[in-house]
């Protein structure tokens, strides 16, 4: 089992930047691939990010390549995504996930979820 908890987000102008901040635990939960999704209001949850168990390897959506960073520390049990240049779009709760490996883009192949925090960026 792998518990993850997401914090971090808030409201910030268009421009600006957050860093969101996913806890993880479970004896196993670094040896998992991590993710990023973000559901924005009638829409379905999109990808965001991916990064490989130990780090080395990060994969973006189109939408946030070079705003967006995807990170570990496995000795902190962390995950985190730092986002920059926020645009009014990046509205949405974001969540972590789990998959077993690395290089998925699809919801269905994550198997651990957190509950979700909001970002609300205004223009």
């Known amino acids: 089992q792998v518990q993850l908890v997401e914090s971090g987000g808030g409201l910030v102008q268009a421009g600006g930047s957050l860093r969101l901040s996913c806890a993880a635990s479970?004896?196993?939960?670094?040896?998992?691939?991590m993710g990023w999704f973000r559901q924005a209001p009638g829409k379905e949850r999109e990808f965001v990010a991916t990064?490989?168990?130990?780090?080395?390897?990060?994969y973006y959506a189109d939408s946030v390549k070079g705003r967006f960073t995807i990170s570990r520390d496995n000795a902190k049990n962390m995950v985190y995504l730092q986002m920059n240049s926020l645009k009014p779009e990046d509205t949405a709760v974001y969540y972590c996930?789990?998959?077993?490996?690395?290089?998925?883009?699809?919801?269905?192949?994550?198997?651990?979820w957190g509950q979700g925090t909001q970002v609300t960026v205004s223009s």
């Open positions: 990064v490989n168990w130990s780090g080395i390897r990060t």
């Open positions: 479970g004896r196993t939960w670094s040896s998992y691939a």
């Open positions: 996930a789990a998959v077993s490996k690395y290089g998925s883009t699809s919801k269905d192949e994550y198997r651990y």
